[in-house]
């Protein structure tokens, strides 16, 4: 997933990595949170002068030509035609096109704050996803715990209990785009983690192709050519094309190499904190008064539906 939220490589082995990370790996990490969590507030200065799928599209495209060109410099070449190519296209679709297209619709209502808020959310609908797709694994009751305090945070950032102010006010919808975006993403995950071994920059770079393919002719047919694009916004998409995307990946394999995916995982803890962080300096953003409710109770049913997966792979 070379975007928003991190993916774990298909030939990953967390048994390989029982070291401490290193201040080199924590680095890495944090370098990563903010990177990601920037990208909503990057998003939401794009749409000033472009629209949602424009943004989609070109941050795919883009995106897909810089790290295809760094999979080459690698050494690396893309997957060659065959099976896996069926989990390339779930990648692009389910981990960049339609979640990128989802939040960047849903961000011309809601504040980016909030659309990075919802990331937290991503591991807990890998939970069930995992536990009915991915052989081998199981659902304990800590992880069942966690899911209900995350999907009680949920109902809470959703603004659950006031759906008609929500519709009246149009961003009903935009909550629950953001929310669909990150099943879209934990959907994305899985598929990653079932597929083939495919060396991780390889595998990303050829999602964002068919990304773009999905995305390009969208936003062509539905949103025409962009107009003209002030500095600010062209900015922002040079950002988000390049930071999120190949920067971003880059980042990614390095720390899943030398720490193992168990670690890179701590990131989604970090997204939604600088989130919020750069919604509130940068763009003057106010937050409802249950939202950091919200946020508490998804970051805590995270935390306990991983910590026992945590402590077994340290154990390891």
Request: proline share 8%; charged share 10%.
């Amino acid at each position: 997933m070379a975007a928003d939220t991190p993916t774990v490589a298909p030939h990953s082995d967390p048994r390989q990595h029982t070291q401490s990370p290193g201040m080199g790996n924590w680095i890495r990490l944090i370098a990563l949170g903010i990177i990601w969590g920037g990208s909503f507030m990057a998003v939401e200065l794009a749409l000033r002068d472009v629209g949602p799928l424009s943004i989609a599209a070109a941050r795919v495209t883009l995106g897909a030509i810089l790290l295809t060109a760094l999979t080459y410099a690698f050494g690396q070449r893309l997957p060659r035609p065959g099976r896996v190519w069926l989990y390339v296209l779930g990648l692009g679709v389910f981990s960049n096109a339609l979640p990128f297209s989802l939040l960047s619709w849903g961000q011309q209502y809601v504040p980016s704050a909030f659309a990075g808020v919802s990331m937290a959310v991503v591991p807990l609908f890998v939970l069930p996803l995992a536990f009915l797709m991915v052989p081998g694994e199981t659902l304990h009751r800590r992880k069942v715990i966690g899911f209900l305090i995350g999907f009680l945070g949920v109902a809470l950032l959703i603004g659950i209990g006031d759906i008609g102010a929500a519709l009246a006010g149009g961003t009903l919808l935009a909550k629950l785009a953001c929310i669909a975006a990150t099943l879209s993403y934990a959907v994305g995950a899985i598929i990653t983690r079932l597929s083939p071994p495919v060396p991780h920059m390889a595998f990303s770079a050829a999602g964002l192709i068919v990304a773009s393919i999905f995305t390009l002719p969208a936003a062509l047919l539905l949103e025409g050519a962009p107009g003209p694009v002030g500095p600010t916004a062209l900015t922002a998409l040079i950002y988000l094309a390049i930071m999120p995307t190949a920067v971003a990946t880059l980042l990614l394999v390095s720390v899943i190499q030398s720490a193992g995916p168990s670690f890179l995982s701590l990131v989604n803890y970090q997204v939604p904190i600088w989130s919020i962080i750069f919604g509130l300096v940068f763009l003057s953003e106010t937050l409802p008064p249950n939202f950091m409710v919200a946020v508490a109770l998804i970051l805590v049913g995270v935390l306990i539906s991983q910590s026992r997966r945590r402590r077994q792979a340290q154990a390891v």
